[in-house]
Structure formats: C-alpha cells, structure tokens
C-alpha cells in the first residue's frame, strides 16, 4: 500500500518568507506527527495530531511554527518569517493509536532557508 | 524526561560480521517501548525492531536482534552477518506508555554504520 508522502521533497525560500510542507500519511492512521531533524542529529520531536486536533505541540520552537489537520487526514506544517536557522530536513510520520505500534515516516521535505 | 543516549558516533564493520549498536535511556516510567530505525543517506526512516518494556524476552526480526537489560536500561541492536546495505545511520527511540503526551517518539542523536567490503 502507499506510504506516507510528504511534498515538496525540497524547498529553497529566501529568509522572511512563508512555507507550506505537506504531508499525507497512510491511509486509517489516526496519528500523524511531524519532526524536524538537522544534519546528523536524530529528529526532534514538533507536533503530534491525534484526528484533527493537535495532542501535543510542545515541540513547536516559537509561533513562527504552526500546522494544521483540518479533516484528520492530510496535515499541513506552516513557517511564517523563515528564517536561515529553519533549515533542516522535515519528517512527517503517522501510525496507529496501538502504543507498540511504530510511526512509519516519509521521505522528507528539506527546507533551505537563503 | 525521556532521553536516548547513543554513544557511538560511528562504527565500523566487516562484511558478515555482527555487530552492536548501543544504545541507553533514561526513564522513570515502568511501561514504556523501544525502537530502533534505520536512515540510509536516501533519508527514508525504516522501522527495524520494537522491544516493549514487560516483554520476557528479546525481540528478534530477520538479522537484527535487540540485546534488552532493563536493570541497566539498555537496548542495543544487534545486527548479525552485516551486508553492504546496512550501512546507514541508526537511531534508537523511546515511547513512555505511561504519560499524558504519551505518543511521540524520542530519538537518540544515532550512530552512523559503515559496512567495510
């Protein structure tokens, strides 16, 4: 079946701009997280969606940073006024509401930010 | 807190030799899982293994295994036969069962493998 995918893979923005990442997880997960992981580092935890609402958005680094999951599907990560420390790979992942059960991540969206 | 602490920055190893990734955390939940992943420098996150903090015995899938201690709070990979393929990094992750924001996963910094021909 398909897995999660995320668009666009990469994105180039001049500092101040405003981006979208998308990410469409698979298919009945309920769960859909988002990561940010910078060069050889692990991914670092943002947001975790449970449905429609945001569970958890402890992970979020100021309020240039917000998403949104309006029909419990597809999610969207939004970063208002970029800035060059934004640059980093972001990783959107989903997975079911069984606690064993592991996140299943799509290939990414590297943002470079100019 | 959680924390995942992984303190091998990079391996080495032969072609068809096993080898260890370690990899310790820091708890004070009694229910909580491990996971470890694999990134190739394609950057896809590939789930490999899942040992949960009450299972009696050591999970097992294919060629990896995880070496779990819960008295030390540890749980390293073990790879056996390594392959060309393998080489990647790893990163090891904890869920806290036990919590409110109990869902997310929380990653080790990783250690990047090279398999050696």
């Known amino acids: 079946g398909a897995g999660v995918s995320q668009t666009p893979s990469n994105k180039v923005t001049e500092k101040g701009k405003y981006v979208e990442l998308r990410c469409d997880p698979i298919?009945?997960?309920?769960?859909l997280y988002w990561y940010r992981q910078s060069l050889g580092q692990g991914p670092e935890f943002l947001i975790y969606f449970q449905g429609t609402g945001a569970a958890d958005d402890s992970g979020l680094p100021n309020d240039r940073f917000f998403a949104v999951r309006p029909e419990g599907s597809v999610s969207t990560l939004k970063i208002q006024r970029t800035e060059r420390g934004d640059s980093a790979m972001y990783l959107c992942?989903?997975?079911?509401?069984?606690?064993?059960?592991?996140?299943?991540f799509g290939n990414g969206t590297r943002l470079t930010v100019t | 807190a959680q924390k995942i602490t992984q303190t091998q920055p990079g391996m080495f190893v032969q072609e068809k030799e096993a080898v260890t990734l370690d990899c310790t955390y820091d708890?004070?939940?009694?229910?909580?899982?491990l996971f470890w992943y694999k990134q190739p420098s394609s950057g896809e996150m590939i789930f490999l293994i899942y040992q949960g903090s009450y299972d009696e015995q050591n999970a097992t899938e294919g060629r990896y295994s995880l070496n779990f201690q819960k008295a030390r709070k540890s749980a390293n990979l073990v790879i056996s036969a390594s392959q060309l393929g393998d080489s990647a990094m790893y990163f090891c992750a904890m869920r806290d069962f036990s919590g409110g924001s109990n869902y997310k996963l929380t990653f080790g910094k990783g250690t990047l493998l090279t398999v050696n021909p």
């Open positions: 708890t004070s939940d009694q229910s909580y899982g």
């Open positions: 992942a989903s997975g079911t509401s069984s606690l064993n059960s592991p996140l299943h």
């Open positions: 298919s009945g997960h309920t769960a």
